[in-house]
């Protein structure tokens, strides 16, 4: 049975997503058109490609994850050096080698640009800071003078996984200038209401994949400290939004995944720890389906 798919941020904790694909397909369904915000825009590229939850583990298993932290060298390398980099650059880390790692991958299976793939089959959320407006790709890059036919697949991803002092900005240029843009997390970090809202007809059914508590269940923030209060002020930046709309929508066709535990750049993550999510995440999906209703 065909169904929808969307897919919530979560930086590394995305592992979990794959092992609820994994109970997905098992239940006979198949994702037609696919969304996804930061990891989940990965998870959501993979399979608009065509790559089972199988094949999305082995690339990952295959893949060393500190590959990924692309730091810029320094002439001096020092502490103080490192954050000036960060003050200049506005990231730790390029992202360059993400997005490369991704665009190899979609290669693999045909998948260069969004005119690689049917029409509105993958939907990614960005965040453009120079306009403070939230940017869906490929819908909104004909706004900045884009074809959608011609633009990376893996760059569009990128933009939704940069987050903000971990990677660097994407410059996206557009007749009226240069675009500064970020993570998609931080003004909808689970794109749901892109196919299941009030003003958008359902074609089939919407299945939600959300690397977090249920809302009316979330426990309350620590915030005890100048650290807690910013890890605090950025959940809240990224679950608000999303959170407001799931409460009065469709709850009951999401499934919840708590990572409670497990840091959102942890990019020095164990092998058992990965297998941990993974199975975390299969096992919150076999139990979201014994008692589904579609």
């Given at each position: 049975m065909l169904i929808d798919g969307v897919f919530s941020g979560g930086g590394i904790k995305g592992f979990a997503l794959i092992g609820a694909c994994e109970a997905v397909?098992?239940?006979?369904?198949?994702?037609?058109?696919?969304?996804?915000?930061?990891?989940?825009?990965?998870?959501?590229?993979?399979?608009?490609?065509?790559?089972?939850?199988?094949?999305?583990?082995?690339?990952?298993?295959?893949?060393?994850?500190?590959?990924?932290?692309?730091?810029?060298k320094l002439l001096i390398p020092s502490?103080?050096?490192?954050?000036?980099?960060?003050?200049?650059?506005m990231g730790l880390y390029k992202g360059e080698a993400l997005e490369q790692w991704i665009a190899e991958k979609l290669a693999l299976r045909g998948v260069r640009t969004f005119g690689d793939l049917p029409e509105g089959a993958?939907?990614?959320?960005?965040?453009?800071?120079?306009?403070?407006?939230?940017?869906?790709l490929p819908d909104d890059l004909p706004k900045y003078g884009v074809s959608p036919d011609t633009f990376p697949v893996a760059k569009a991803v990128r933009m939704s996984c940069s987050i903000p002092y971990f990677f660097e900005p994407v410059r996206l240029q557009s007749p009226e200038g240069m675009n500064i843009v970020v993570d998609g997390g931080v003004l909808s970090n689970f794109p749901?209401?892109?196919?299941?809202?009030?003003?958008?007809?359902?074609?089939?059914?919407?299945?939600?994949?959300?690397?977090?508590?249920?809302?009316?269940?979330?426990?309350?923030?620590?915030?005890?400290?100048?650290?807690?209060?910013?890890?605090?002020?950025?959940?809240?930046?990224?679950?608000?939004h999303d959170a407001r709309y799931i409460s009065r929508k469709h709850a009951k066709n999401i499934i919840f995944i708590p990572t409670a535990g497990v840091g959102s750049t942890e990019f020095g993550l164990t092998e058992e720890r990965k297998t941990k999510l993974i199975h975390h995440g299969r096992e919150c999906a076999e139990q979201f389906f014994r008692k589904w209703s579609y």
């Open positions: 397909e098992r239940r006979g369904f198949k994702f037609c058109r696919v969304a996804g915000t930061s990891a989940g825009s990965i998870v959501a590229s993979l399979i608009s490609a065509g790559y089972t939850s199988k094949e999305m583990q082995s690339l990952l298993d295959e893949l060393k994850l500190d590959k990924l932290l692309d730091a810029r502490p103080v050096a490192k954050w000036l980099l960060v003050y200049w650059k993958l939907r990614v959320v960005a965040s453009d800071l120079t306009n403070g407006k939230m940017v869906v749901m209401w892109l196919f299941d809202s009030e003003n958008v007809k359902k074609m089939r059914p919407v299945l939600g994949i959300q690397l977090s508590h249920d809302p009316e269940n979330h426990p309350p923030h620590k915030v005890k400290n100048a650290i807690q209060l910013f890890d605090a002020l950025f959940e809240t930046m990224k679950e608000a």
